[in-house]
Nanobody, 126 residues
Framework: QVQLVESGGGLVQAGGSLRLSCAAS????????MGWHRQAPGKQRELVARITSGGSTNYADSVKGRFTISRDNAKNTAYLQMNSLKPEDTAVYYC????????????????????WGQGTQVTVSS
């Protein structure tokens, strides 16, 4: 069973920094892309940043120049370094891994699927 576990959220003042981590566990052979999405109260979930296995990245316009996504393929872990945080960055941040190629538990078969973490709260005070 593939699981994504996020960590690093919390409360920070405007202008501060936080670093989120997302570790994928399970019998994983490869992951196409990992990303971070966020959802603020009353708003739709939106993509924040995404990184492919080859290192290509894309960011939401609202975070360009402030956030940096990185990835350790050997550890199946993605990171989101968030600097110059603003109150409008306040949201629950969700990690996503798509194109995960992994063993099906209890079998000898493999499958490809997408997975989400449970979310971590980021609160930026003004």
């Amino acid at each position: 069973q593939v699981q994504l576990v996020e960590s690093g959220g919390g409360l920070v003042q405007a202008g501060g920094s936080l670093r989120l981590s997302c570790a994928a566990s399970g019998r994983i052979f490869s992951i196409n892309a990992m990303g971070w999405h966020r959802q603020a109260p009353g708003k739709q979930r939106e993509l924040v940043a995404r990184i492919t296995s080859g290192g290509s990245t894309n960011y939401a316009d609202s975070v360009k120049g402030r956030f940096t996504i990185s990835r350790d393929n050997a550890k199946n872990t993605a990171y989101l370094q968030m600097n110059s945080l603003k109150p409008e960055d306040t949201a629950v941040y969700y990690c996503n891994a798509d194109g995960v190629f992994a063993m099906v538990p209890g079998t000898l078969s493999v499958k490809q699927d997408d997975y989400w973490g449970q979310g971590t709260q980021v609160t930026v005070s003004s």
